[in-house]
């Protein structure tokens, strides 16, 4: 299956600024959600890893860790359920959280997630399996959290992200972005960013936090920032053909399924609307190639261990050093400094043997 590209001409435009800016204000305050984060015992930043022999720079997400050392009255949370829709990642993370606090937690896993995947969360948390689509897994854990009187923790917000849930998820992706920022000696010389998709809501958080800082410090030229999603499930490189949110007609079936979303997320395709600059679709073929390629670090560069969804990042450029379309409409060449956001180490042993 070839690569899918399209090149975003509604990038910067004002029609598109207009309709963001909502989110964007709303998104804005990040730096004390960042500083909290900074305070749990178990954080520890993630270093910025350079690939001197492919010539590319990432970045890699943080694990879960626990929360804040003032934590509640275990009388009270003992008491209190929460709950989220999840392809693997997210669900972790808060079942984990969960252990720290004493409360319980529901996790809601579509049809597309690997039992290998659901392993890792099951031994903290109830996991449902709704034997259909992602966003049918939302709605449920939704309508389950309203009858139940249940805490659902989601950064899907059916608004511009002005409600508390979705805008705290949404500030703590802004951590890698920090950190990204504290560990670039010129950020300056990024030309681009290249960030996986799903529903949108993590691209959309790292563009805006790049676009913020370059635009605060008067930079002369933004970065490209690249969005890269599976070929069966590619919901916002159809969004950005018509022009407005669209679902993915693919079958869903991949194996990077941190990104098996049929739909964006409204509120994250304003902001990627305005700031994507391009949106690739990849085989999942590739992207096995490329999990192989970061683990054995080709020519001497460092091992990194990265899962399916975040393998995608790495496939484009592989596919640009051959390819000199890839290479040209993605306006790539030897001068390029890409930084890729690698946010999910390994997820599915039967993939991460390989």
């Known amino acids: 299956m070839a690569f899918l590209h399209h090149l975003n001409a509604s990038r910067f435009s004002i029609q598109a600024q207009t309709e963001a800016a909502v989110c964007m204000k709303n998104l804005?305050?990040?730096t004390p959600g960042v500083a909290e984060?900074?305070?749990?015992?178990?954080?520890?930043?993630q270093p910025l890893r350079t690939l001197p022999a492919s010539r590319k720079n990432w970045e890699q997400e943080f694990g879960p860790h626990q929360p804040s050392c003032v934590l509640l009255d275990r009388d009270i949370t003992k008491r209190v359920t929460v709950c989220v829709a999840t392809d693997g990642n997210q669900?972790?993370?808060?079942?984990?959280?969960?252990?720290?606090?004493?409360?319980?937690?529901?996790?809601?896993?579509?049809?597309?997630?690997?039992?290998?995947?659901?392993?890792?969360i099951?031994?903290?948390?109830?996991?449902?399996?709704?034997?259909?689509?992602?966003?049918?897994?939302?709605?449920?854990?939704?309508?389950?959290?309203?009858?139940?009187d249940w805490f659902f923790v989601?950064?899907?917000?059916?608004?511009?992200?002005?409600?508390?849930?979705?805008?705290?998820?949404?500030?703590?992706?802004?951590?890698?972005?920090?950190?990204?920022?504290?560990?670039?000696?010129?950020?300056?010389?990024?030309?681009?960013?290249?960030v996986c998709g799903g529903v949108g809501s993590i691209a959309a958080a790292i563009f805006q936090g790049f676009y913020t800082r370059l635009h605060?410090?008067?930079?002369?030229?933004?970065?490209?920032?690249?969005?890269?999603?599976?070929?069966?499930?590619?919901?916002?490189?159809?969004?950005?053909?018509?022009?407005?949110?669209?679902?993915?007609?693919?079958?869903?079936?991949?194996?990077?399924?941190?990104?098996?979303?049929?739909a964006p997320l409204p509120a994250a395709w304003k902001v990627l609307h305005w700031l994507?600059?391009?949106?690739?679709?990849?085989?999942?073929?590739?992207?096995?190639?490329?999990?192989?390629?970061?683990?054995?670090?080709?020519?001497?560069?460092?091992?990194?261990?990265?899962?399916?969804?975040?393998?995608?990042n790495m496939c484009v450029l592989l596919r640009a050093s051959t390819d000199s379309t890839v290479r040209n409409k993605l306006g790539l060449d030897a001068n390029s400094q890409v930084l890729l956001f690698v946010l999910e180490g390994a997820t599915d042993s039967r993939y991460s043997s390989r």
């Open 276 to 312: 994507a600059s391009g949106f690739v679709a990849v085989p999942d073929t590739i992207a096995v190639a490329s999990m192989k390629t970061l683990a054995s670090g080709c020519e001497g560069d460092i091992s990194v261990v990265s899962g399916e969804s975040s393998a995608a």
């Open 37 to 45: 984060i900074r305070t749990w015992p178990e954080y520890t930043p």
């Open 122 to 148: 099951k031994d903290c948390a109830v996991v449902i399996r709704v034997d259909r689509e992602y966003e049918a897994s939302v709605s449920r854990a939704k309508e389950d959290a309203s009858m139940n």
């Open 216 to 262: 605060d410090n008067h930079s002369s030229e933004m970065p490209r920032f690249i969005v890269v999603e599976p070929s069966e499930v590619d919901c916002l490189l159809q969004s950005a053909m018509a022009g407005e949110t669209r679902k993915s007609q693919g079958s869903l079936r991949t194996l990077m399924a941190g990104l098996a979303c049929r």
């Open 91 to 120: 669900g972790r993370g808060l079942a984990y959280g969960v252990q720290v606090f004493g409360c319980r937690c529901v996790v809601y896993i579509h049809r597309h997630v690997s039992e290998g995947r659901v392993d890792r």
């Open 154 to 194: 989601s950064s899907t917000s059916w608004s511009d992200f002005d409600n508390d849930i979705p805008q705290h998820v949404m500030v703590a992706y802004m951590v890698v972005v920090e950190e990204a920022f504290s560990a670039i000696p010129v950020l300056d010389s990024i030309t681009h960013v290249f």
């Open 28 to 30: 804005s305050n990040w």
